[in-house]
Nanobody, 126 residues
Framework: EVQLQASGGGSVQAGGSLRLSCATS????????IGWFRQAPGKEREGVSC????????YYADSVKGRFTISSNNAKNTVYLQMNSLKPEDTAVYYC???????????????????WGQGTQVTVSS
């Protein structure tokens, strides 16, 4: 059974940092696109970042380039999202998702991802 569990959310002030984790199980982690998405109240789900470790493929949304860094630990089947220089507009529920594909193909397109974990809340205050 494919499972993804996001954690690491919290409340920080603008300019602060958080690191999210997505622990996975039930599939060959390195061959999947593991994506991070976020959804703020009243807004559509937005693709933030993606990594396919076996292919060296990484994607970032323009809104987070230079501030967020995605990485993976294949031994732990876990993907991390290091979020620096956080802004109030980064406030959202963050989700991780998986698809048997490459980030070069699915990128930040939520409709392409088959498996989803529960969300973790990130709140950035000004």
């Amino acid at each position: 059974e494919v499972q993804l569990q996001a954690s690491g959310g919290g409340s920080v002030q603008a300019g602060g940092s958080l690191r999210l984790s997505c622990a996975t199980s039930g599939f060959t982690f390195a061959d999947y696109a593991i994506g991070w998405f976020r959804q703020a109240p009243g807004k559509e789900r937005e693709g933030v970042s993606c990594i396919t470790s076996s292919r060296g493929s990484i994607y970032y949304a323009d809104s987070v380039k230079g501030r967020f860094t995605i990485s993976s630990n294949n031994a732990k089947n876990t993907v991390y999202l290091q979020m620096n220089s956080l802004k109030p507009e980064d406030t959202a529920v963050y989700y991780c998702a998986a698809d048997w594909s490459s980030c070069a193909i699915v990128g930040g397109n939520a409709k392409r991802y088959d498996y989803w974990g529960q969300g973790t809340q990130v709140t950035v205050s000004s």
